[in-house]
């Protein structure tokens, strides 16, 4: 794993990719991220969802919606927070500081929560609390189907499980020791709205819910969560299309040399010769993609969204 201490690296970066190679910022297919390409239609937003404090009623649909739509147990509870990155900073609040589990490579936020609030990160499943990323980001790689065992607090990041719901640990909740993390942003494709969501037990549950403090999202993103999670349809086809666009994607780059080491159908991670020069090569046709620190022929492409992205990323690699 990549020793917490140093800066994170993480996808984006338009700006400074642009500074780099040139163009203007939207000139730049930004590939480098896992999130959905073709949005859910947000619709017409109240004009109160812009101007009043968000309400208790906004709160209630949006939480119902949610328990609805992850089937949420009846003895589990539903925190909403400013996207799951406020709420993997706020997680080691929870516990005393001690030693914890978290596997790598993944995503490299939990182990900077963790370390600075004063814990011991570590691979020692003996660790008291565990750390998941449920599908693993970037291999797509999951840990297990059940948690026969549960340490004295497991923590699921399942911030990329909304393609693969099957696969959700999400039945699992109701008690202080297992916490499921829910990304608004990925799936929907929505990021920018910044919503997320924590289940579990009512104890842990009531803690965040208090860090966070009154009004924790906006009005609209209130509005919007309740309407895209009430909207199964659009669910059903959108994991439809991303397994199509998956599969696209994995033909284009498989011919173009590279060889699929895994990932989601929201992001692929393929292994090649230098990832450094692939990204290079796609930069330089203004399509910006993800390498990582510890890995010199890892590289990670999300989803082009249309018809003129994919012919452009043919034409580059070709």
């Known amino acids: 794993m990549k020793n917490p201490d140093t800066p994170r690296d993480h996808g984006g970066g338009i700006d400074a990719a642009a500074a780099r190679y040139g163009g203007a910022r939207?000139?730049?297919?930004?590939?480098?991220?896992?999130?959905?390409?073709?949005?859910y239609p947000v619709g017409d937003v109240s004009a109160g969802a812009w101007t009043t404090l968000p309400d208790a009623g906004a709160m209630e649909r949006l939480v119902a919606a949610a328990r609805a739509f992850w089937t949420v147990p009846e003895g589990a509870e539903i925190v909403v927070a400013p996207g799951a990155s406020a709420l993997i900073a706020r997680?080691?609040?929870?516990?005393?500081?001690?030693?914890?589990?978290?596997?790598?490579?993944?995503?490299?936020?939990?182990a900077a929560a963790f370390v600075a609030s004063g814990f011991s990160v570590g691979d020692n499943p003996a660790a008291r609390i565990h750390v998941h990323v449920h599908p693993n980001n970037p291999d797509g790689c999951f840990s297990f189907d059940t948690m026969t065992i549960k340490p004295a607090l497991t923590v699921?990041?399942?911030?990329?499980?909304?393609?693969?719901?099957?696969?959700?640990?999400?039945?699992?909740?109701?008690?202080?020791?297992?916490i499921?993390?829910?990304?608004?942003?990925?799936?929907?494709?929505?990021?920018?709205?910044?919503?997320?969501?924590?289940i579990?037990?009512?104890?842990q549950m009531g803690r965040l819910r208090d860090m966070l403090g009154p009004w924790p999202v906006s009005g609209a993103a209130l509005e919007i969560g309740a309407r895209a999670l009430s909207d199964q349809v659009w669910?059903?086809?959108?994991?439809?299309?991303?397994a199509r666009d998956a599969a696209?994607?994995?033909?284009?780059?498989?011919?173009?040399?590279?060889?699929?080491?895994?990932?989601?159908?929201?992001?692929?991670?393929?292994?090649?010769?230098?990832?450094?020069?692939?990204?290079?090569r796609l930069a330089r046709g203004h399509i910006w993609s993800r390498v990582f620190p510890y890995s010199g022929t890892w590289l990670r492409l999300g989803l082009p969204g249309t018809d003129a992205?994919?012919?452009?990323?043919?034409?580059?690699?070709?």
């Not at 399942?158 to 693969?164: A, H, K, L, P, Y």
């Open 91 to 110: 997680v080691p609040g929870l516990a005393a500081p001690g030693k914890v589990y978290i596997p790598g490579p993944t995503y490299n936020e939990h």
């Open 156 to 178: 699921l990041d399942e911030s990329f499980c909304d393609v693969c719901p099957e696969r959700s640990l999400v039945h699992e909740t109701g008690d202080d020791r297992l």
């Open 180 to 198: 499921v993390l829910k990304s608004f942003g990925k799936f929907w494709g929505l990021a920018g709205l910044r919503l997320g969501f924590a």
């Open 235 to 242: 669910a059903m086809q959108t994991r439809e299309r991303l």
């Open 200 to 203: 579990g037990g009512a104890r």
């Open 248 to 280: 696209r994607l994995d033909r284009i780059m498989t011919n173009a040399g590279a060889v699929v080491v895994g990932g989601t159908t929201l992001f692929r991670l393929y292994d090649v010769a230098d990832a450094h020069i692939w990204q290079d």
């Open 309 to 318: 992205d994919w012919a452009r990323l043919e034409s580059v690699l070709a």
């Open 26 to 39: 939207r000139d730049w297919m930004d590939l480098s991220t896992g999130i959905n390409p073709v949005p």
